[in-house]
């Protein structure tokens, strides 16, 4: 599998077997709960158009007919840390995966002779992940896929992080985030800061 291409096998949902009841929420059957996060369980709980959902390991099978893999792009375990700068702010961001849908970080934002904020937590997949890939493009255009884990404090607070791997780089890992609420820093949204590198 290429590493720098959607890390999902799926055929069209729901077309070969479509849900009687489009209300209806979805059966969810998990091997081992602590596999995945509670969050992205219960979205796919209160999922409605799918009839069922089966967690077994690194695979998520939709309706028993068709199969997801989960992103692999940080290995479960595995803990990497990421770095940028643009201007006078300075950020690192170290990612550990916990299992199949959730990271836990560490955020470090220095803005110099100015101030700094740090944050920590856990950061979950969507629970609508399988629907389709996520995707950013760099400054010269070039198209990545990646892989989105977000933080929701609250409506107000929020913290996207989109982990993906650069071709042109030997298939190097690099992060792409999202991030209100930093105290006296300004917001950081996909466009204004560039990528953090694998350190």
Request: hydrophobic share 35%; net charge negative.
């Amino acid at each position: 599998m290429n590493p720098g291409k959607p890390q999902t096998e799926i055929h069209q949902q729901n077309s070969a077997n479509p849900v009687k009841n489009p209300d209806k929420k979805a059966v969810v059957v998990v091997k081992n709960e602590a596999d995945y996060s509670k969050a992205f369980l219960e979205g796919l709980r209160k999922s409605t158009g799918f009839r069922k959902f089966n967690l077994r390991d690194s695979l998520f099978i939709i309706n028993d007919q068709d199969t997801v893999l989960f992103p692999e792009s940080v290995k479960i375990g595995d803990e990497i840390q990421f770095t940028g700068r643009k201007d006078e702010l300075a950020i690192a961001l170290r990612v550990k995966r916990i299992n199949y849908t959730t990271v836990s970080y560490v955020l470090e934002m220095v803005e110099f002779g100015n101030t700094s904020h740090n944050q920590k937590g856990t950061a979950d997949l969507s629970s609508g992940f399988f629907l389709g890939s996520e995707s950013i493009q760099d400054d010269e255009g070039e198209l990545y896929f990646v892989d989105e884990y977000s933080d929701e404090k609250s409506e107000a607070c929020n913290f996207q992080i989109r982990i993906g791997r650069d071709e042109k780089r030997g298939n190097a890992l690099f992060v792409k985030i999202a991030k209100s609420c930093n105290g006296k820093i300004r917001n950081i949204n996909m466009d204004n800061f560039p990528m953090l590198l694998e350190k």
